[in-house]
């Protein structure tokens, strides 16, 4: 037995659910369902009501939702938003494609495809870049209050308030570094997270955290686990880890409230609760007691909405040939339950089912009763003594029978006709089409000398696709994070081991994946 919560299924996608967000305090959730459709649901009690519907032409790539918009970032670079009825308020292009749309200081900043962020007018302007800060390649970024904490692919880390630079973290070590996560903390101050490359066989990465506030170094932490993901909570900030760990941070102090044995993908809480997407599981602890409920698909967005005390989670299992995955929801002050393992996933395998009028339902004596009282007493007398339900249907069963004969003649010369068509559209030419074959490229080896990082090439061009059905393309780095949706992309690597994944997916929504490993060593180029 597990301890888990009552779920229930408050929406059954007909597409996959690309892309989510919300906005907690007015009560909104959107999804992008398929590639290209926006949907806007009101959040209600235990249910959600769809207020609009938006089709595109584009794939959308990134969704944002704030208190007075929605904002779309779509594939080929436009860039749109919508107040809450769904009327279009702004519309904009960003020539170098879009990566993530953020919201900062009534703000909207949008990561471009090639690592530029951009602090972005309603006419689409941009007042600020991060180029003004010598930041060329943005990882990415996360904001507080008053502070926005940007992250480079090269490990450079800058604090900006009012367009300003106001921090700068100070490069370490010789061989690489990388910085996998930063956050700004309640109080102000900033967590890091670094990577410092292993540079000889059998050697490991170093992991460590860095605390600091005003430019100062508090502390430094070596950790065994990578920090994937982190969550404010009041004046304890949460960190989700790779090895599926869940750590509070809090004075200094890091201590492990939570161990799920999966990469911990999103992080939430509400009062007491603390709420973790792993894997195919929403764990939670409540009140010192760890809890768990299954989800159709990886875990990835967990929202919860303080005035109705509701949670609703979602996710896709990343596989385009499995059924879309439903958006679950579930009262967090509801009493904890029990379960066997195998019930965990009941709430999502049951249909809704609407029931409609059965024999007995039609036929009850209520409604027997009803039908009398619109009959005269001589009436009522004669029916009483002649009821229909019990009299004996001869005439009926004889004419049943005397057509039965025929019915079997029509029943076989239906079953010949219908086989005849069954083969004719078997024996029909269909036309073939052959399934591309992702081909990310042949394993590289690069030296470089001085230079803290080099630039490489990763091209899909070899990619095997005789009927030129090829519909998207997608490179992922080796935390599954994507970077480009192009064949060729160029990316910048300091000293390691690097893997990329292409996938590649045709107009039949058949997808193929192929991976390429690019080592970058330390070393001369004479």
């Known amino acids: 037995m597990v301890v888990s919560r009552h779920v229930e299924c408050v929406y059954r996608p007909k597409e996959k659910i690309r892309l989510s967000h919300a906005h907690q305090r007015t009560n909104t959730l959107v999804i992008a369902e398929g590639h290209s459709t926006l949907i806007i649901f009101d959040v209600l009690e235990m249910r959600l009501n769809q207020r609009l519907r938006i089709e595109f032409e584009s794939t959308i790539a990134s969704l944002l939702c704030t ?15 919508f107040n809450h009825r ?18 900062y200081n009534q703000t909207l900043y949008v990561l471009d495809g090639m690592g530029v962020l951009h602090a972005c007018l309603n006419d689409g302007n941009s007042f600020w870049s991060s180029l003004e800060c010598g930041l060329e390649d943005v990882n990415s970024c996360s904001s507080s209050k008053d502070s926005l904490l940007v992250v480079g692919e090269d490990g450079s880390c800058q604090l900006i308030r009012s ?16 910085i996998s996560h930063g956050s700004v903390c309640s109080d102000g101050s900033l967590l890091i997270c670094r990577e410092a490359a292993a540079f000889s066989d059998g050697e490991e990465e170093v992991i460590e955290l860095e605390h600091w506030n005003e430019g100062a170094l508090l502390s430094r932490f070596e950790l065994s686990k990578r920090v994937l993901t982190s969550f404010q909570m009041n004046k304890t900030l949460l960190l989700g880890c790779d090895n599926g760990d869940v750590l509070t941070f809090e004075d200094g102090l890091v201590e492990i409230v939570l161990s799920t044995n999966h990469p911990i993908q999103t992080l939430a809480s509400f009062d007491n609760h603390i709420l973790a997407g792993s894997w195919f599981y929403l764990n939670g602890i409540s009140n010192g007691i760890h809890w768990k409920v299954e989800h159709q698909g990886f875990v990835e967005q967990v929202f919860v909405f303080e005035s109705l005390q509701l949670l609703i989670f979602l996710g896709q299992d990343q596989n385009d040939f499995t059924e879309p995955e439903p958006i679950g929801a579930l009262v967090l002050h509801d009493n904890l339950i029990e379960l066997d393992e195998s019930e965990l996933s009941l709430w999502f395998e049951a249909e809704n089912v609407v029931y409609g009028h059965g024999v007995d339902e039609l036929y009850e004596d209520t409604q027997h009763q009803e039908m009398l009282s619109f009959l005269s007493e001589e009436e009522r007398l004669q029916f009483q003594a002649t009821d229909v339900h019990h009299q004996p249907m001869t005439g009926l069963m004889k004419a049943l029978l005397d057509t039965q004969e025929t019915s079997d003649i029509d029943v076989e010369l239906n079953s010949v006709e219908i086989e005849n068509e069954l083969l004719n559209e078997l024996t029909a030419p269909v036309e073939q089409y052959e399934i591309p ?6 394993d590289q080896t690069h030296v470089i000398g001085k230079a803290d990082s080099i630039v490489v090439i990763l091209d899909g061009h070899s990619t095997y696709d005789p009927d030129q059905r090829i519909s998207h393309w997608q490179w992922f780095d080796q935390r599954g994070r994507e970077i480009a949706t192009q064949p060729v992309v160029k990316v910048k690597l300091p000293v390691g081991t690097h893997t990329f994944v292409l996938r590649v997916r045709n107009v039949d929504d058949i997808t193929t994946t192929d991976s390429v490993h690019i080592h970058v060593l330390e070393g001369s180029t004479s």
Not at 437 to 442: E, I, K, N, R
């Open 67 to 81: 208190e007075e918009h929605i904002w779309c970032g779509f594939e080929d670079g436009d860039v749109k938003g």
């Open 86 to 103: 769904g009327e279009l308020t702004f519309s904009f292009k960003i020539e170098a494609g879009i990566g993530c749309l953020r919201w």
């Open 163 to 178: 367009s300003q630079t106001v921090w700068s973290r100070p490069s370490r070590g010789i061989h690489g570094e990388r």
């Open 437 to 442: 074959q992702a081909d990310a490229g042949h």
